[in-house]
């Protein structure tokens, strides 16, 4: 059984590296345009699948990618390059005017289940970072009732983000159509810098450069 130091430790490694905090105003930023149930879905739907994906390599560690044969730096590499796209959509408007040409039943049945897999479960929510440390952690957690601790841990801290996406419908309310344009270009932008900051680091993890 795992200690309450390696029980904390676990929860603040995965709570620093998924950030629920800073994960609300990309949240918001993704969103724009749905009401409060479809935000609720996405919110919902995201938090489950990253659970569903962190429990994976809890369980199974490293030899889930092993199996694949493809490193965490391939992998961050591949996610900082199809965040990079999220990220131009936001900044030039293209998601918006796209979601304007379709229907409210394809944004309920399609957009919505679309935005909650990629890119909030995976890379946001269950990134290479936070997938990374699950990794870490579950070497040092070997037994059986250790790996039940840590899936424990994980649900945590994904209760944690679930709870912060679902109050930034009263941050949007606060923002207004002004506010949201503004915050989706700016976030946007910073979305574009930390998509090249994961391929950054998957190219220097790639090619063993400290």
Do not use: C, Y
Not at 129 to 154: F, Y
């Amino acid at each position: 059984m795992a200690s309450a130091d390696q029980l904390i430790n676990a929860f603040t490694t995965l709570l620093v590296t998924i950030d629920p905090p800073g994960l609300v105003p990309i949240f918001l930023g993704l969103t724009t345009g749905m009401s409060r149930s479809q935000r609720k879905q996405v919110a919902l739907r995201s938090s489950v699948i990253a659970f569903i994906i962190l429990s994976i390599f809890a369980l199974f560690g490293a030899s889930v990618l092993g199996v694949l044969g493809i490193s965490i730096g391939a992998f961050r590499i591949a996610g900082g390059l199809l965040l990079f796209w999220i990220a131009f959509e936001m900044v030039f408007e293209r998601r918006q005017d796209r979601k304007e040409k379709t229907s409210e039943v394809a944004i309920t049945k399609d957009h919505i289940q679309n935005i909650a897999v990629f890119p909030l479960a995976l890379p946001l929510i269950a990134g290479p970072g936070a997938i990374s440390a699950t990794i870490l952690l579950a070497g040092s957690l070997p037994t059986s009732v250790e790996r039940a601790q840590l899936l424990i841990v994980i649900a945590g801290n994904l209760l944690l983000m679930l709870a912060a996406l679902l109050i930034a419908d009263r941050l949007d309310r606060f923002l207004g159509v002004t506010g949201r344009a503004i915050l989706t270009r700016l976030l946007g932008v910073i979305l574009a810098a930390l998509a090249a900051q994961f391929v950054v680091d998957g190219v220097k993890a790639a090619m063993a450069v400290s």
